[in-house]
Structure formats: structure tokens, C-alpha cells
């Protein structure tokens, strides 16, 4: 009897366990998921945010609220993640420049992305684009181009930012084609296009996303955008104009502290994925003019590791010695 006591005991005592990480596992996310967007409103990661933030919650069962964090070249907002409490109920939307290229051009001793930061999903990749107002004297690439090597250092181009998606791709152009151009930095890919817009500057970049409507409307013309092959039809790729053809992808990726747990972190992983066979958030993207190429974060981790090797070589070629 007394072993049949004790058997009953051990099983009553492992049923426990069960159910508590059930219930565990059941509350997460116990209340609303903040979502720290390190750059300023109206750029591309604010806009692909605004979209999945709003579908997300039908997987989690709480909202995705956007915190965005402008400033110091996405460090600011970067850190707050990274000091936030590892409990899955602060994420980081940022992108690969600002999580591997910061590494080699951004030094700093309060973090170190690979050591503190996890993937959970990249959402998708964007490809930036050239752009021009259809008002100025530029109609394609070519036309930019001769000007830019008639006049070296005065045409001017907006920029996000420095190290980051407008930045980056127009150091590559210069170093790659032997131009010359001023850059103007703004606090963000939508300060940068307002720039333009308002005739302050020759040139900018930005990604389908953040000009649709602009394009649409007649008021910005694509020179040129990035990849190997042509997207748009009579707009050069950036492979055709001299340039290696990754040059301008950005990679948008949510990451979590390092320190959350597996559990949670396997839930968010999950949602992620199932959003994407969600048909209305497949086409609001497309209508966004943003593709939905996602990765699952361990699967991305392995692109990860790859850019670091990638963006320490385009640091030390780019960086004045």
C-alpha cells in the first residue's frame, strides 16, 4: 500500500510539472508586446511595422505596440531593447546594418548585438532605389550621373543617417563609380525623402514602401534599384550600373533579448510564422510595394553570422585610414 501511496505521490508530483509549464506556456504574453522601432516615423521599418504589428496579435493573443526610438544611428533605441527585462514583452525591429555593421563603425561598451540580441523572425528584405523629383532636371541614372562627374561634391543626397540604408549604398556608388557627392544626414528615411521633396537636395534614396504613393502621384522617378536584375521596367538594376550586386538589401529582423526564454522565444517564433499564411497581411504588404521573404530566426541567425565576416571587410574598405 505504501508503495502504491508513493507511486501516486511521484505521479500526482510530475502531472504538476506538466501543468505548470502549460500554464506557463498559456500566459505568455501576459499583457501587450512592446515593439522598440529605432528610427524616426515615415521610413520603411515604421511602415512594414505599422503592418504586421497589426495582424500579429491574432497569433499572440495581446497587441504589438510600436515604440519608435529615434537617434544616435539606431543605438539609442537598440540599447533601451537590450536593457529591457528578458521577458518577451520587449522586442527590437531593426535591420542588418544596424545590427552587424554598427559592430565595426559604431563601437560602443554598453552592447554587443551578437551577445545580447537573438533573431526571432526576419520579416522580410528590402531593396532600396535611387530616386529623383519627376520636376527636376533628371529623368534617368545616367543624366545624375553625368552631371555628378561634371560637378564633383556639389550635387547633395539625403541620407538616413550615417552607417545605415541610405548611407551605406551611396558610399558604395561613390566608391565604386568615382563620384563625388555631398551628403545631407536626417533623422530618418522619411525626413530624408521630405528633403527632397522639398528641393533641398538633388537626390535620395528610399525603398518601394516610403515612395509608392509618390510615384504613383508623378511626383518621384526611380533612377536606378538595387539587385542583380531589374525590378522595374526601364529602371537600370544597380548591377547594371557598376555596383556588386548586394549592394542596398536591407534585412528587416525582430529580435529579442538574449536572455528570454526558450519557451517564449519559441512562441513568438511560432506566430511569426503563421502570420505569413495570413492572405489579407500578404496583400496589404503588396500593396505596400514590400515583398514578405520571411526567415525563421534561427534560419536567419546563419545569414547573421555570415554578414558579420561580410560588413567587418566593407567597414575597413570603406572607413578613411
Same mark, same amino acid.
Given at each position: 500500500?505504501?508503495?502504491?501511496?508513493?507511486?501516486?505521490?511521484?505521479?500526482?508530483?510530475?502531472?504538476?510539472?506538466?501543468?505548470?509549464?502549460?500554464?506557463?506556456?498559456?500566459?505568455?504574453?501576459?499583457?501587450?508586446?512592446?515593439?522598440? %522601432? *529605432?528610427?524616426? +516615423? @515615415?521610413?520603411?521599418?515604421? &511602415?512594414? /511595422?505599422?503592418?504586421?504589428?497589426?495582424?500579429?496579435?491574432?497569433? #499572440?493573443?495581446?497587441?504589438?505596440?510600436?515604440?519608435? %526610438? *529615434?537617434?544616435? +544611428? @539606431?543605438?539609442?533605441?537598440? &540599447?533601451? /531593447?537590450?536593457?529591457?527585462?528578458?521577458?518577451?514583452?520587449?522586442? #527590437?525591429?531593426?535591420?542588418?546594418?544596424?545590427?552587424?555593421?554598427?559592430?565595426?563603425?559604431?563601437?560602443?561598451?554598453?552592447?554587443?548585438?551578437?551577445?545580447?540580441?537573438?533573431?526571432?523572425?526576419?520579416?522580410?528584405?528590402?531593396?532600396?532605389?535611387?530616386?529623383?523629383?519627376?520636376?527636376?532636371?533628371?529623368?534617368?541614372?545616367?543624366?545624375?550621373?553625368?552631371?555628378?562627374?561634371?560637378?564633383?561634391?556639389?550635387?547633395?543626397?539625403?541620407?538616413?543617417?550615417?552607417?545605415?540604408?541610405?548611407?551605406?549604398?551611396?558610399?558604395?556608388?561613390?566608391?565604386?563609380?568615382?563620384?563625388?557627392?555631398?551628403?545631407?544626414?536626417?533623422?530618418?528615411?522619411?525626413?530624408?525623402?521630405?528633403?527632397?521633396?522639398?528641393?533641398?537636395?538633388?537626390?535620395?534614396?528610399?525603398?518601394?514602401?516610403?515612395?509608392?504613393?509618390?510615384?504613383?502621384?508623378?511626383?518621384?522617378?526611380?533612377?536606378?534599384?538595387?539587385?542583380?536584375?531589374?525590378?522595374?521596367?526601364?529602371?537600370?538594376?544597380?548591377a547594371e550600373i557598376g555596383l556588386p550586386p548586394t549592394t542596398g538589401f536591407m534585412h528587416r529582423v525582430v529580435m529579442a533579448p538574449a536572455a528570454i526564454p526558450q519557451d517564449r522565444l519559441a512562441i513568438l517564433r511560432q506566430a511569426f510564422?503563421?502570420?505569413?499564411?495570413?492572405?489579407?497581411?500578404?496583400?496589404?504588404?503588396?500593396?505596400?510595394?514590400?515583398?514578405?521573404?520571411?526567415?525563421?530566426?534561427?534560419?536567419?541567425?546563419?545569414?547573421?553570422?555570415?554578414?558579420?565576416?561580410?560588413?567587418?571587410?566593407?567597414?575597413?574598405?570603406?572607413?578613411?585610414?
Open positions: 500500500m505504501t508503495s502504491v501511496r508513493r507511486m501516486t505521490k511521484r505521479c500526482s508530483f510530475v502531472m504538476l510539472l506538466f501543468s505548470t509549464h502549460a500554464v506557463s506556456l498559456a500566459q505568455y504574453p501576459e499583457k501587450p508586446i512592446t515593439l522598440i %522601432v *529605432p528610427y524616426a +516615423a @515615415g521610413g520603411s521599418n515604421d &511602415l512594414n /511595422a505599422r503592418v504586421f504589428t497589426s495582424f500579429i496579435d491574432d497569433y #499572440l493573443g495581446q497587441p504589438m505596440l510600436i515604440k519608435l %526610438v *529615434p537617434g544616435q +544611428a @539606431g543605438q539609442k533605441g537598440t &540599447l533601451e /531593447a537590450v536593457r529591457s527585462a528578458p521577458d518577451g514583452h520587449t522586442l #527590437l525591429f531593426t535591420d542588418n546594418y544596424r545590427d552587424q555593421l554598427h559592430r565595426y563603425t559604431f563601437r560602443n561598451q554598453a552592447y554587443d548585438t551578437n551577445q545580447d540580441l537573438v533573431p526571432v523572425a526576419r520579416v522580410n528584405y528590402g531593396e532600396i532605389g535611387i530616386i529623383a523629383r519627376t520636376d527636376g532636371p533628371y529623368e534617368t541614372w545616367a543624366q545624375f550621373e553625368a552631371d555628378a562627374r561634371a560637378r564633383p561634391g556639389e550635387l547633395t543626397m539625403s541620407h538616413s543617417g550615417l552607417w545605415v540604408a541610405l548611407f551605406v549604398p551611396a558610399l558604395q556608388i561613390m566608391k565604386n563609380l568615382g563620384l563625388q557627392m555631398r551628403m545631407v544626414p536626417y533623422r530618418g528615411g522619411g525626413p530624408a525623402k521630405a528633403a527632397l521633396m522639398a528641393g533641398d537636395v538633388h537626390m535620395s534614396m528610399a525603398f518601394p514602401a516610403t515612395v509608392a504613393a509618390d510615384v504613383e502621384a508623378g511626383r518621384v522617378r526611380i533612377l536606378a534599384t538595387a539587385g542583380p536584375e531589374r525590378i522595374l521596367e526601364g529602371v537600370p538594376s544597380f510564422a503563421q502570420m505569413q499564411q495570413e492572405g489579407a497581411y500578404q496583400q496589404l504588404m503588396a500593396r505596400l510595394g514590400e515583398n514578405t521573404e520571411y526567415l525563421d530566426g534561427t534560419d536567419y541567425q546563419a545569414i547573421r553570422i555570415r554578414q558579420s565576416d561580410d560588413y567587418r571587410e566593407l567597414a575597413e574598405s570603406l572607413l578613411v585610414q
